[in-house]
């Protein structure tokens, strides 16, 4: 079986001309880099997506606070309605714009991977995370009006709780901004290794080219590089 380019680089002496450089070359991510790891992670975040319908559409016919059983002819309500449509709307109506934007991101995110979409194709790729992290901030919030739904006002706004808040959103906040300096750093890596081979900028995907541009005029502004 033959070698690979890497393994006859590794196997040359560390005094061969321009060994590091080659190297680097090599090792560094190709045109599709920034999609290499997309087909690995699209089982993962199928999981993900499904369980967040699933929770989403579990929360939509089961409310917190559940259903009223009777009709009472003295209010509005009907039976099978939601008891908390009732006694808090405003809280309510905020769970169920948050539990259906969930949803409908979810169910989108499912169409992308499994039609394969984002295979190879930035916009797709860009809409399925965007997407699957607007369904994970959405069944956050979610779950969290739904929890104060439901808990007294004495233990929902106790010292204790505004600190869990407070660094379960730091949390959250650290991991969205990391997420997007990799996904930056992976395009730029792309411009990057296109550049170096002299390879056509312009027949990429209008939205890398948009990014291409960005690098571009941070460069020549004298910017520093991502890495």
């Known amino acids: 079986m033959g070698k690979t380019a890497l393994q006859i680089l590794n196997e040359s002496p560390l005094t061969t001309i321009n060994y590091l450089e080659m190297k680097m070359l090599i090792t560094n991510v190709s045109d599709l880099s920034i999609f290499q790891l997309i087909p690995e992670m699209s089982n993962t ?38 008891v908390m449509a009732t006694t808090q709307p405003d809280q309510y109506t905020n769970l169920i714009f948050a539990n259906t934007t969930a949803f409908i991101c979810s169910i989108t995110a499912i169409y992308i991977f499994t039609a394969r979409m984002h295979i190879n194709h930035l916009f797709f790729m860009t809409a399925s995370w965007i997407a699957t992290i607007a369904a994970l901030v959405s ?4 779950y969290y009006t739904s929890v104060k739904m439901i808990t007294p006002d004495e233990i929902m706004h106790s010292p204790r709780n505004k600190i869990l808040e407070c660094v379960m959103m730091e949390l959250y906040g650290f991991g969205m901004l990391y997420m997007c300096v990799i996904f930056v750093s992976k395009l730029h890596q792309s411009w990057e290794s296109k550049r170096r081979r002299q390879l056509d900028l312009a027949a990429d995907a209008f939205p890398r080219r948009v990014f ?11 910017g520093l590089p991502i890495v």
Not at 212 to 222: C, N, V
């Open 45 to 82: 975040v199928m999981v993900v997506v499904i369980l967040i319908a699933t929770m989403a559409f579990q929360t939509a016919t089961n409310p917190a606070g559940g259903v009223w059983n009777v009709d009472d002819p003295r209010s509005s309500h009907k039976a099978g309605e939601a």
């Open 139 to 142: 069944i956050m919030f979610t």
């Open 212 to 222: 291409y541009w960005i690098f571009q005029q941070l460069e020549k502004r004298g």
